[in-house]
């Protein structure tokens, strides 16, 4: 049937398709920008419908590469247009589907200024997103990898805020410094295997001196893009420039590439030099937790606070990903996923104020619970899901990793679960400063509750938080298979070259 | 009975210079004394040209196939050739197209322009084919000629004489360079056949001391021409001064055939000698690339940046010449054919930057470019974005195939380098972007609607760049091809 041998094309340039359609949309008047808003609205949502056909397509009882699709592309070279995705990458695709048209539908009447433009951008950031998800070839990662810097840029530096300039000048310039270290890993890879496929390479063993060097290119770069402390700093900078929607999907997806880069690359294709760099991971891990969540706790900018707690999560996600044991891959691959929607979630949380106050600092802000009840309940689901309260998705993923770093190493784990305290402690804070306490200031007391639009917006982020904490075998099952066998392989990988180096002696 | 020497291979050069002369009887005929009459011979010549040149394009393929020689060796037309006059051919017709309109709102539009950038076009392909070190010299100095005076073509302009004159002062010191060492070659090794020199090299067991320094005399006159540090100091000043057609020609085509010449020479007849001349290869290009990335941040002028532009440009492509393999040249010639096109729509993109009567350079100028004229700043965006290397840009895959022939030759310092100074330029390229889309206009828009030309050229060079990653592998497996039959 169309659509399930080339589903995963379709779900890459179908959003291509739809800003293809804005670019020909005539004209900049009023018609012409509600054309645009409802393409991209169309696009994105239907994009969703067909991921759909993804997830329910989805055979969870195999760790091989589903709805692949192969085509010559380079034939001198050896690369080809390869697709296909496992129990790992579909979810992040899902997820990637989830949030665009949200924030299609979060930027609807934010976004006032060259709507055409932000729209294509954001269809265009989709495609790359969940190409780069669904790549199966190096090169074609790669380039899907690269390309979503440039619409990401565009949205920061038209769209943002007061130093938009400089935010956007870091994002790019730090995620290009570390991705061509790992384009030369690439291509010394290819010279290595003669392939550039990604299920070859994973079967392939390289040197493990050699491990060592490419497995710090692709540091590098993933380090950059998780990010990891110290190389951090663009993160609070783009996220406090970007637009609403701009934020909510580079928390949402984008740090998203570090840790699935990390899983689908460094562990299997590098396991020796993985095995060698845990305690680099751990200790920038620990860093990260800790020192981010102290920093988050003095942050007057909600949006500044809210990137650094994402710094910290995703210090969980590294730390869990190292321990390669079942628990902590699939707790950081949970982690991810979860927040992915509750990061999302808190940064639409501040667009909603933003939007009627126009200012992020939280003493401008205060009593909001009496004006704002529904907004005030939302805000305090996804805040309880942040910190990781049982019930809510958040929970599971640090609960996994914690498991997983408890088996691994003690001490790494009681650190890294200090974390979840700290966690706690900032969330509340800004809990209690901007929605709690007295209602004084008078532009707050006009401040009215959220629309139906914003509530649609919520609605199904709410839905996934709670499910997600309620139910996770549903999204563990569709993991599970792929993980044991991404982990079996490094193992068998690890026990050859030990036999290699007893042999040796 | 005397043989008829085989001139089929010569076809397209010879075709060219008779057509460039008879353009030039016709031209004089033309009478011009009016203004209307400069306007008419001007535009005839002009159109002419452009369709000589297309003609000329249309016989190198007909004349493309196995290697031919012509004139004992004096002339090769071989697939490199062929590539590469391609190539040339492109990037003049699109000049010339490109250059008419501009030349007529500076009141500099006389027919001569066109002839001369014919001839230049002779000299760049008769430099590809050469064979031999006499006919290297004659395609050199037959295009070197025809730029000084298109350098100072617009000669009621102070800038446009002195980037002429200085242009033809150092290039006169680099074909002299060239001259001295292709003596020293001669005389050490006794012919100046390429492959007669291969052959004496490879069976020599000591290289003779004065054949080096030859060598290093020729590289020393190619890299002015090519424009790599340490003999690139006149490209700013030339690119600056000279009309912006001129430098968007000087950006492309002559870069191109001296970069192709360069690879001739280097792997042909001395390419035994990989080992004397890579580390000298390796440094200026690490300079070129190094000098490109840091001098263009400060620029303001746009021309001047683009001259830095393609210092650093040069550089890249020099690690594909240090590679020394097929790899190597088929990375260079794939990385010259989207330079091409990325560089000629940059330049359309600066002819069209006018107010009033005005030519504007200055960066700044384009300051909100992306709200006054949305199609020109998004296609500029492309080309800044595909010259800074962000896949799925063209520009990507040119470095790419450069990189990879550098991995494969283990040369990793060089290729470390050459990514970092690509992140170094992507600095200043993303800086045009930002005074597009980030920044507010001036006080009044650049002149709009844009000349067709200009959008057609525009156009042209815009889908190359945006689409090249749909098909890559025809251009690549000719580019290989191509490099196949240099060794």
């Known amino acids: 049937m169309f659509g399930f041998e080339h589903l995963l094309s379709v779900l890459i340039f179908l959003p291509l398709a739809g800003a293809g359609f804005i670019l020909v949309i005539p004209g900049d008047d009023e018609v012409a920008v509600r054309n645009a808003r409802r393409t991209a609205l169309f696009a994105s949502s239907f994009t969703f419908v067909m991921s759909l056909f993804l997830w329910f397509g989805f ?41 665009t048209p949200i924030c299609v539908l979060a930027s609807w009447d934010s976004i006032k200024s060259r709507v055409k433009e932000y729209m294509i951008a954001f269809l265009i950031l989709e495609t790359m997103m969940v190409g780069m998800f669904c790549a199966l070839d190096m090169v074609i990662f790669y380039i899907f990898f690269e390309a979503v810097l440039i619409p990401m840029f565009l949205i920061i530096g038209v769209w943002g805020g007061q130093r938009r300039v400089y935010a956007s000048y870091k994002l790019f310039l730090y995620t290009l410094a570390g991705s061509v270290l790992m384009l030369l890993a690439i291509l010394v890879m290819y010279r290595q295997a003669g392939t550039t496929d990604i299920p070859t390479l994973m079967a392939t063993r ?7 060097w490419l497995w710090l290119a692709f540091f590098a770069s993933f380090a950059v893009k998780v990010p990891m402390w110290p190389v951090h700093t663009w993160l609070p900078d783009a996220h406090v420039e970007a637009p609403t929607a701009g934020s909510v999907i580079l928390a949402g997806v984008l740090l998203k590439f570090g840790g699935y880069g990390f899983i689908r690359f460094s562990l299997p294709m590098f396991p020796d030099a993985s095995v060698y760099f845990t305690p680099l991971i751990y200790g ?28 910290a999560h995703m210090g969980f996600v590294t730390a869990g990903t190292f321990t390669m044991t079942t628990q902590g891959v699939e707790g950081a691959v949970y982690q991810m996923l979860s927040h992915g929607v509750v990061s999302a979630a808190l940064f639409l949380c501040v667009g909603v104020i933003y939007d009627r106050l126009h200012t992020r600092e939280i003493s401008a802000y205060g009593g909001l619970v009496h004006k704002m009840p529904t907004y005030a309940f939302v805000f305090m689901l996804f805040m309880m899901a942040s910190v990781g309260l049982p019930g809510t998705g958040g929970f599971v993923g640090e609960f996994l990793v914690l498991a997983g770093l408890f088996k691994a190493n003690t001490w790494v784990a009681a650190f890294v679960a200090t974390g979840v305290i700290l966690g706690a402690a900032y969330m509340l804070y800004l809990y209690r400063r901007v929605v709690f306490g007295a209602l004084e200031k008078d532009e707050v007391k006009k401040m009215l509750d959220m629309s139906p639009r914003e509530i649609a917006v919520f609605a199904p982020l709410i839905v996934l938080t709670v499910w997600m904490g309620i139910y996770p075998a549903s999204f563990l099952d569709v993991m599970h298979v792929s993980v044991d066998n991404l982990l079996g392989q490094v193992q068998i990988a690890l026990d050859a070259s030990k036999a290699a180096v007893v042999a040796g002696h | 009975m005397a043989e008829v020497p085989n001139i089929a291979p010569v076809l397209p050069e010879i075709f060219l210079a008779l057509a460039a002369m008879s353009l030039l009887m016709l031209g004089v005929f033309q009478k011009a004394v009016t203004p209307d009459g400069v306007m008419r011979a001007s535009r005839l010549t002009s159109g002419l040209g452009v369709l000589t040149l297309f003609l000329a394009m249309l016989l190198v393929f007909t004349v493309s196939g196995d290697t031919k020689m012509a004139f004992d060796g004096l002339f090769v037309s071989d697939p490199f050739a062929t590539f590469v006059k391609v190539l040339i051919l492109i990037a003049s017709i699109m000049s010339l197209v490109l250059a008419q309109n501009w030349l007529e709102h500076q009141g500099a539009h006389r027919f001569e322009f066109a002839i001369l950038v014919i001839f230049a076009t002779l000299g760049m392909m008769m430099m590809v084919s050469a064979g031999n070190l006499m006919s290297l010299y004659m395609g050199l100095e037959l295009q070197s000629l025809s730029l000084y005076v298109l350098a100072a073509f617009h000669r009621d302009d102070t800038r446009s004489t002195e980037a002429g004159l200085k242009y033809f002062v150092l290039g006169a010191l680099a074909s002299g360079f060239v001259l001295y060492g292709s003596s020293l070659v001669y005389g050490f090794s006794g012919t100046t056949d390429f492959t007669t020199i291969a052959a004496t090299v490879a069976a020599q067991e000591h290289t003779p001391m004065g054949l080096i320094i030859g060598l290093v005399f020729v590289m020393a006159g190619l890299a002015f021409k090519v424009s790599a540090v340490p003999f690139h100091m006149w490209t700013p000043d030339v690119y600056e001064g000279a009309p912006t057609p001129v430098t968007a020609f000087f950006a492309v085509a002559p870069k191109v055939a001296a970069i192709a010449l360069f690879l001739r020479v280097m792997v042909g007849p001395f390419g035994s000698l990989v080992a004397e001349w890579q580390q000298v290869v390796v440094v200026i290009s690490v300079l070129s690339m190094a000098l490109g990335a840091f001098a263009a941040i400060a620029q303001v002028n746009i021309k001047r940046m683009m001259a830095y532009s393609s210092i650093g440009h040069v550089g890249y492509a020099l ?70 290397g962000i896949p799925p840009l063209a520009g990507f895959f040119g470095k790419f195939y450069i990189f990879l022939a550098a991995i494969e030759a283990q040369l990793y310092a060089l290729a470390i380098i050459g990514v970092l100074a690509s992140v170094v330029s992507a600095y200043y390229y993303l800086r045009i972007i930002k005074i597009m889309y980030f920044d507010d206009a001036g006080i009044e828009p650049l002149e709009s609607p844009l000349p067709r030309t200009i959008t057609g050229v525009l156009a042209v060079s815009g889908v190359v760049i945006v689409l090249f990653f749909l098909v890559p592998a025809p251009v690549i497996t000719w580019a290989g091809a191509a490099a196949a039959s240099l060794f």
């Open chain 1, 59 to 99: 055979d969870t009882t195999t760790a091989d590469f589903q709805f692949v699709e192969k085509a010559e592309w380079i034939p001198t070279y050896n690369i080809t247009y390869h697709l296909g995705v496992d129990g790992i990458s579909m979810l992040f695709v899902m997820l990637t589907t989830l949030l």
């Open chain 1, 206 to 212: 390289f040197d493990p001196n050699l491990q060592i």
């Open chain 1, 284 to 311: 920038l891990s620990i860093v990260a937790v800790i020192y981010t969540s102290l920093v988050a706790l003095v942050q007057h900018d909600m949006k500044k606070l809210i990137a650094y707690s994402s710094i």
């Open chain 2, 319 to 388: 690690i594909g010449l240090a590679v020394g393999n097929e790899a190597g040249v088929t990375g260079v010639l794939v990385y010259l054919a989207i330079y091409v096109f990325m560089n000629i729509g940059t330049f359309a993109c600066i002819m069209a930057m006018r107010r009033g009567d005005r030519q504007v350079e200055s960066i700044n100028e384009l300051g909100g470019l992306a709200k006054t004229h949305p199609g020109m700043a998004a296609v500029l965006a492309v080309f800044m974005f595909s010259m800074a």
